[in-house]
């Protein structure tokens, strides 16, 4: 269980395992000659088989040991002072504060990494095999484009377990995610992105999907990026998409999710799976179990071997109201068996024994988390 006494739920799923490939064949081809001082890029496919708070921004502490499995730690240069405003004005900054070189000399994913699905894992998979992986997402692109709000399919506070989960596929090493405002390079070219990526941050390479977007108004696409990333001694690594292999259908009809689903594992087949409250879809889309967070609030209900929590509590997206069996609760620890019923206002947990809960008391603004297999 992850510091801070975040709670959980779980039910049984099996995922599979990956298993290594013979060989790699390029996806892209560069139509240009590297210079002698420019890395080469590398193309990749993807191989088959194998307490929190509201806070926007992730935690981004470093050097963390757990068990076998550490976190990749920065290391180089002294960053750039926040503090001088002259200096920052036009520079590409990311969430870790004053260490502006907390990725340096990184393998850096590219991506929304929303769901955190087995094709972001690819990704942080393959940055693995290079170097120091991140994840670097953009936040506040809803607020910027007008879109409607939609609750994170993880919790914020979350993440950072989830990641963790993810070492096995890292050659040990748990991948740290890193953000920038979206306001931040909302107009900047491909060209202008890159250098960035360059001369501001940088990283030794980067990793993308064979669809990704990038630049002023998705000018951009993986071509360009390898090009890019050649023109600035980068490598890149364009991984082909994980492509959804379950094939849902409801009612005879397999839904069509936006205009640029090609069958690839995405965040949005995830939200559909959670809004239809398709559980099996969802674990093997996220290659893991689905957890709800709850905060314990004075609105919260506790009696005998039942606990109520008004949905205003949840802190990312639930899946559709329903009943939910094979359940396990957890509170810092682990509580015993449990079913769970969501209802239009509230989140009833019925445990299987009455005694679990009788030691265990629950305080205000203490999370809970409900994970769905």
Known sequence: MERGGAAALACTFRSSSPSPVSHWRPLL????????????????????????????FLDTSK?????????????GRP??????EDLVKDKLLIDCGEDQDCVLDGIVALGKFDAL?????ELAMH??????????SFVGMA?????EYRPPIVAHCDRKRVLSSWATYCRNVVPLEYQVEFSKVRYLTPHQFVEKLSGDLRIKGVVAGENYRFGYKASGDAAELVKLCEEFG??????????????????????????????????????????????????????????LVLTVSEYSFKEQK??????????NMPPADGFYENCELFNGGYLGLCRVVINTETIDIEMKDESSLSTNPFQEDQQLGIEFG
């Open 143 to 147: 607020e910027v484009l007008g879109w």
């Open 79 to 84: 960053g750039v002072s926040l503090n001088d």
């Open 117 to 121: 699905h087995i094709g972001h894992r």
């Open 306 to 315: 039942n606990i109520t929590v008004p949905k205003s509590s949840m802190l």
């Open 234 to 291: 980068l490598s890149a690594f364009i991984v082909r998409s994980v492509m959804d292999t379950a094939k849902r259908s409801y009612n005879g009809a397999t839904p069509a999710v936006n205009s640029s689903d090609k069958g690839q594992v995405s965040s949005s087949r995830v939200r559909h799976a959670l809004s239809v409250g398709d559980i099996e879809y969802v674990s093997k889309l996220l290659g893991r179990k689905h957890r």
């Open 127 to 136: 940055a693995s095999k290079s170097g120091n992986p991140f994840l670097l």
């Open 63 to 75: 050097g963390l040991k757990r068990f076998s499995l550490t976190t990749s730690s920065p290391f």
């Open 29 to 56: 081809h560069s139509r240009i000659r590297p210079s002698a001082t420019a890395r080469a890029p590398h193309f990749l496919l993807p191989t088959t088989g194998r307490r929190c708070s509201q806070k926007r």
